[in-house]
């Protein structure tokens, strides 16, 4: 067994664009549930709807490149509002309904073949991201001994990087301030909010709407690190993902999901390069126990077992503070 | 209408001059939904059902400007419906309300407090994880920063921000809470969660305070400092309506009580008239509410029970 080799493949992904993609995912969420409270269980939509705003603008519909940059942060918005008229008046287990639903009509639209020549199909769409390859300043890769990282790779992750710490600044400026402080109340109790002269359906919707471009931001992101968009990219999964990670870090925190998400990439890359050395041939895991193939996922079930143990033991995540956690499971 | 005058034997002549505040109620008739000289608050032909209990059943009811103004009356009376029906919190089946003469009629809640009416809650709505401090600066009203354009620049609003900070600072030391300014809301005592919600309020500057319930669970050397800063309110010139269980407090404090019992309002006066009134003693007080001993709280209890199961009957009937 060679740990420098986990260590390694941990970390390459810790830093790479999936962490990134969940990364910003989950900054929206924690506006919306670390901050308003609003059960969003639909981010993969916001996520999707924020690739697809970019990929049909220029593939199906011919704009160009700027357009479709600008598309991918209009488009979540116009979701936000569709979702949020019918649902921020009622409670907010109705959100988690509808959002999760939203979400998965989105996938199933994309995918569709009646919509082939707008979205697709189950093959995506590619050929958008010319501009955003062509503007790498980068020549060579980078090799830091340890990780490296290609030409590409290492252009889309400046990108993504410098995109996370602007989504979290703007979040911290904004959670400082008295908006963020009406946020958090109507977390906290939304008809003392309302008694005391604040419009709770405003702030609701745009909680729902600045989380939501900011998911998006994160689609646009993959899909302009991937070049391509595909709709399978954007099941449920990707939502408890970016939820786990969110816990991880600590919801109600700037920097929260971000150290979740990268921890939550960690772990995944690390278990699953710990398990694949460990079994099948020259491990020492016999294949009785365990065969290559449960090698492969034991790490989802260990992943989930960490995170019943935080919820018990440590249920403010890793840079939380217990006094004041968005959610308490006792 | 001041037939019934004569028995007021408190009638001084000089409080006659003004019409505003308690002086205006001197002369006022004592009949359910009698006419004040200068009311803030008129609410005519209010009612509220739900399924088939009638909660609410108002005739016509007018707030003096500037008094204290007392709500009693039985568990299940319909008062704490009543205030969210004032507040917004709830929509009336029919009738018509108004504050300083402009309609409340379906009118959100968050636009009601902005025009000057604010309430507190039977059950404290402090927001637990929030500090004490920032609870009272969230009552401030017109706060720049709370535009979402504006907020991400602090020099916007930071300087009205201390001007909150310095408002909320002098709120919080009259009520007592200053040391408590950087502790979570939700590690305070019930008592000093109902302070909090009050001294919150009033950060919003209303001209009519709504409080439900303020006393309950207060101790009683808190309850006389709540006492003095309902006074203070009263003081200050704003309007003060409250539902109150503790006859103490409204003897003491209240210049116009309104008796309620099954949603409608069957008297109104002050404390003392009110207390003298066989109607209210029946429905409501029990015949020992006068008689300050503990050994008889018992029998007061089982008297207001028995009211009430009178009036459970009362209400069966009528729905047969």
């Given at each position: ?330 | ?71 009693i009356g039985p568990n299940g009376a319909g008062k ?179 008796v309620m019992a099954q949603g409608k309002i069957v008297a ?11 109607r209210v003693?029946d429905a409501y ?22 009211a009430e199961?009178?009036g459970?009957?009362v ?6």
């Open positions: 067994m060679d740990i420098l080799d986990i260590l390694r493949a941990a970390l390459q992904q810790a830093l790479g664009p999936q962490a990134i993609v969940f990364a910003l995912a989950a900054i929206g969420l924690n506006i919306h549930f670390g901050y308003t409270g609003l059960l969003n269980f639909g981010q993969a939509g916001f996520v999707a709807v924020g690739a697809y705003g970019l990929a049909v603008s220029v593939v199906t519909f011919g704009a160009p490149f700027w357009l479709g940059i600008t598309m991918a942060i209009v488009a979540p918005l116009v979701l936000a509002v569709i979702l949020g008229v019918p649902t921020l008046r009622l409670r907010a287990d109705y959100l988690a309904i509808v959002t999760i639903a939203a979400a998965e009509v989105l996938r199933f639209v994309f995918g569709s073949v009646e919509m082939k020549d707008t979205f697709g199909g189950s093959n995506g769409l590619n050929g958008y991201a010319g501009p955003f390859q062509d503007a790498n300043p980068y020549s060579s890769g980078i090799d830091l001994g340890f990780i490296s990282f290609g030409r590409n790779d290492l252009w889309s992750l400046t990108v993504g990087w410098v995109l996370v710490a602007l989504c979290c600044l703007l979040v911290w400026a904004l959670m400082r301030s008295p908006w963020g402080r009406v946020l958090r109340s109507i977390r906290e109790d939304e008809d003392a909010v309302r008694s005391l002269g604040k419009n709770v359906f405003a702030y609701k919707m745009q909680a729902l709407a600045l989380g939501g471009v900011i998911g998006g931001l994160g689609g646009m992101f993959l899909a302009l690190k991937q070049a391509s968009v595909v709709p399978s990219d954007y099941s449920t999964l990707m939502t408890f993902y970016a939820f786990a990670a969110l816990l991880l870090g600590g919801a109600g925190r700037v920097m929260g999901p971000v150290i979740g998400s990268v921890l939550f990439w960690f772990l995944i890359a690390g278990l699953g390069s710990f398990f694949s050395q460990s079994a099948g041939k020259g491990g020492w895991i016999p294949t009785v126990i365990m065969t290559d193939t449960q090698a492969s996922v034991i790490r989802y079930i260990m992943l989930g077992l960490a995170i019943m143990l935080l919820m018990i033991f440590r249920p403010q995540g890793i840079i939380g503070d217990r006094r004041e956690i968005a959610i308490d499971g006792r | 209408m001041d037939a019934d005058m004569t028995d007021q034997t408190s009638t001084e002549t000089n409080a006659v001059a003004s019409k505003t505040g308690p002086a205006g109620l001197v002369g006022a008739s004592t009949e359910p939904g009698s006419k004040k000289s200068d009311p803030i608050i008129v609410a005519d032909k209010i009612t509220r059902t739900f399924g088939g209990l009638t909660a609410v059943d108002v005739d016509h009811v007018e707030i003096q400007r500037g008094a204290i103004t007392a709500l704490t419906t009543f205030f969210n029906l004032l507040t917004g919190f709830d929509q009336p089946n029919t009738g018509s309300w108004s504050l300083e003469g402009k309609s409340l009629k379906g009118v959100a809640p968050y636009k009601v407090a902005r025009l000057g009416m604010v309430r507190t809650f039977q059950l404290t709505k402090v927001l637990a994880k929030l500090t004490v401090i920032e609870n009272m600066r969230l009552g401030a009203t017109g706060q720049k920063g709370e535009r979402f354009w504006a907020a991400p620049f602090k020099f916007l609003w930071g300087k009205q921000e201390d001007e909150v900070t310095k408002k909320a600072d002098d709120l919080l030391a009259r009520f007592l809470l200053d040391k408590k300014r950087e502790d979570f809301a939700g590690s305070l005592s019930g008592g000093q969660r109902k302070l909090l919600e009050m001294a919150r309020a009033l950060m919003v500057d209303p001209e009519v305070v709504m409080l439900d319930e303020p006393m309950a669970g207060v101790n009683p050397a808190l309850k006389q400092s709540l006492l003095g800063h309902v006074k203070s309110l009263r003081d200050e010139g704003r309007t003060v309506l409250f539902v109150e269980h503790d006859m103490d407090m409204v003897r003491d404090i209240s210049d116009w009580v309104i109104e006066g002050t404390a003392d008239s009110v207390m003298a009134d066989q003693i007080l029990g015949a020992h509410h006068d008689t300050d001993l503990s050994e008889l709280d018992e029998e007061v209890l089982e008297a207001e029970v028995e199961l009178e459970d009957i209400q069966e009937e009528d729905s047969k």
